[in-house]
């Protein structure tokens, strides 16, 4: 089992930034993938950005160029540093994380609302 614990979420205006963490406990070293997805009321959760285990990341295309992620192995921590803030980025955040036996495991959520 893995836990994840998210934080960082919050209110910040167009163009700002935003960094968000996500802690995770239990089964570590079984983790391969640690991500960041997001979600909108009436939407499907969509790929921010993934951290693959030996250093390869994945971004959606929407967020290519501005958000950044980011893994701290020895803290079992993953980052995910977002500027040039957009309304649209507007969702919940939830962070996930994928196992080498293909479990899945999700946080409880983050909201961040950009806003003027």
């Known amino acids: 089992q893995v836990q994840l614990v998210e934080s960082g979420g919050g209110l910040v205006q167009p163009g700002g930034s935003l960094r968000l963490s996500c802690a995770a406990s239990g089964s570590i070293s079984s983790i391969a993938v640690m991500g960041w997805y997001r979600q909108t009321p009436g939407k499907q959760r969509e790929l921010v950005a993934q951290s693959i285990k030996g250093g390869r990341t994945n971004y959606g295309d929407s967020v290519k160029g501005r958000f950044t992620i980011s893994r701290d192995n020895a803290k079992s921590t993953v980052y995910l540093q977002m500027n040039s803030l957009k309304p649209e980025d507007t969702a919940v955040y939830y962070c996930?994380?994928?196992?080498?036996?293909?479990?899945?495991?999700w946080g409880q959520g983050t909201q961040v609302t950009v806003s003027s």
């Open positions: 996930n994380a994928a196992t080498r036996g293909s479990s899945v495991y």
